[in-house]
């Protein structure tokens, strides 16, 4: 069906200055760019001129005239974690901008000081270069905590720092061997610090912690995943299930619909019983609603450089980044071979070096009678040159963070730095995004929220610039950023390619209509002032779900 025919009938006719389509040719303007979108039912039926839109059949649409503004594919998030970041972070002590232990205590002091005698206290966001060339212990924060049950979350998700309240409650009172990358940290004389690497021994800690109640939980979901819709993304791969996730997105489709769509992948822990982790995961699959559904696995094979527990070839400046998650990791390998021949995909957490080529070789080597299905690797934050070709070779796709490259100081004195070695080549090959991207892997980015920021538009500015929007420090290896139309690409179709759905994401006939307005050109416009411009429209399947100014569209059909 072409643009112009006018046996188009539309449902929902979009007309702006133009349209993005993400399929713009690289360092070329198209002579006369589409400036209007006819959508029926959850799809795009037509892409056409003003002219040409005045053809179509619309006497049953609902026509939105946006002006100037331009029309591109929603955004996706390939990797984030909004439903249990939702709750963590309501109403939470958030720690990202402080510069010092002390500031830290302070701030921790005062917020405990409104808390009762026995309520549990979280901090998230602690940053670990407050610690290099020191110690990671409770003992600056344990007068601040005032014998309260609690912990803080360092930056990366991996670690914390627990009160000895916490650590009482929790039986923890000397070492402990877990088999693999986690620890329980302690001094000469054997006595915890408080500090708990990897997730087998914070979890000792973070499952006392209170739930928040049903209810809130619910509305503190559905208010961000809002936000998330408000800032230009359509769509959520969500790289974990907590207890209840399933529950609580049932609950906010029983009373309308989800703002954006989450595509839920829960985690297979290397320490999960294995027939039974095998059969709920692959029962799990296709589980779902209107807007959300459980899809693929996520691994975990290592840790993170900060914390020491990423899995790197040789041993990081402090001895540690040399055992992985799954010990033996040919566990691992067995338990993606079983997921990829009942057709599941996978997501694999693979940071260190040592890891990323671990995953190339087990996606390498799965049965040839397997299903064709997609396994991606996430975050792959230090690769050498010769796994870059791999990516394309074996149609994995490279799930990358680009605003966790601000890890990186400007004078080197980060913990990520410090421990990969100042000057080495693996710290100078972090985020090879424009080299993957160069080598032919499918690039998808995302924002892992609550890490760090999620907006959209930031992430986009982020991937083009190199830098922090609204920072004064200098770009990070900027030779590493792609262009506005790359990153585009990256954030839209890409991501839909890498859950193997590659005819969406795109602004074509045919493709699903989750659409985002932005009153400012992405592939045009400064990134700094794209980082900012007005989000005017967010569509899902073809229905409304966020409007400047106004409330979103109720949009019943499914999606």
């Not at 599941?344 to 070789?361: N, Q």
């Amino acid at each position: 069906m072409t643009a112009a025919d006018p046996a188009v009938r539309a449902e929902l006719v979009l007309l702006g200055g133009l349209v993005r389509t993400g399929h713009e040719p690289e360092g070329s303007a198209s002579e006369a760019p589409p400036q209007a979108v006819a959508v029926s039912g959850q799809r795009i039926v037509a892409v056409g001129s003003r002219a040409e839109a005045a053809a179509w059949d619309t006497r049953d649409a609902e026509l939105v005239e946006l002006g100037d503004a331009t029309i591109t594919a929603g955004f996706v998030d390939g990797h984030v974690h909004p439903l249990s970041g939702a709750e963590s972070r309501h109403r939470a002590l958030l720690l990202h901008d402080c510069t010092s232990v002390e500031e830290v205590a302070e701030r921790l002091a005062a917020f405990a000081a409104e808390r009762g005698p026995e309520e549990w206290i979280r901090g998230f966001g602690l940053s670990f270069d407050l610690f290099v060339g020191g110690e990671l212990t409770n003992a600056p924060f344990a007068e601040a905590f005032g014998g309260r049950p609690g912990y803080l979350l360092l930056f990366d998700g991996h670690a914390i720092i627990a009160s000895p309240r916490a650590l009482e409650l929790a039986g923890i009172d000397g070492p402990r061997d877990f088999g693999n990358n986690a620890s329980i940290e302690v001094d000469a004389a054997g006595r915890p610090t408080g500090y708990l690497v990897e997730s087998d021994a914070e979890m000792l800690v973070t499952e006392l912690y209170p739930r928040m109640p049903f209810e809130e939980r619910v509305a503190a979901v559905r208010d961000k995943l809002a936000e998330f819709a408000a800032s230009g993304y359509t769509s959520l791969h969500q790289l974990n299930m907590e207890p209840g996730d399933l529950d609580v997105l049932r609950a906010i489709e029983a009373a309308g619909e989800l703002p954006v769509r989450v595509r839920v992948s829960p985690i297979w822990r290397a320490t999960d019983p294995w027939e039974q982790t095998l059969d709920r995961l692959v029962e799990l699959q296709g589980v779902g609603g209107r807007r959300w559904q459980v899809e693929g696995v996520k691994f975990m094979l290592d840790g993170s450089i900060d914390n020491g527990s990423a899995w790197l070839f040789d041993a990081d400046t402090a001895g540690g980044g040399l055992q992985p998650y799954w010990v033996p990791s040919e566990t691992f390998t067995r338990a993606l071979h079983a997921l990829a021949e009942r057709g599941v995909p996978t997501a694999t957490h693979a940071i260190g070096d040592r890891a990323v080529e671990f995953v190339l070789d087990a996606v390498a080597a799965i049965p040839a009678h397997a299903p064709r299905v997609t396994h991606r690797i996430e975050h792959l934050e230090t690769i050498p040159d010769r796994l870059l070709p791999r990516f394309a070779e074996l149609g994995v796709p490279a799930s990358v963070q680009p605003i966790h490259a601000f890890a990186q100081r400007p004078d080197g004195q980060d913990m990520w730095t410090t421990l990969l070695g100042r000057g080495s080549e693996r710290a100078a090959h972090g985020w090879r995004i424009a080299d993957l991207d160069a080598a032919g892997a499918l690039v998808v980015l995302g924002s892992d929220w609550p890490v760090e920021e999620f907006d959209g538009r930031r992430v986009f500015a982020a991937n083009v610039t190199r830098r922090r929007h609204g920072s004064d420090r200098p770009a990070v290896d900027p030779h590493q950023a792609l262009s506005p139309a790359r990153t585009l690409v990256a954030m839209t179709r890409n991501a839909w390619t890498s859950i193997d759905r590659p005819g969406d994401g795109a602004v074509v006939p045919g493709a699903i209509a989750d659409l985002a307005v932005f009153r400012d050109d992405p592939l045009t416009s400064e990134p700094e002032r794209f980082a900012e411009t007005e989000v005017l429209l967010t569509v899902v399947g073809g229905r409304v779900s966020h409007r400047s100014g106004g409330e979103a569209g109720s949009g019943g059909a499914p999606a």
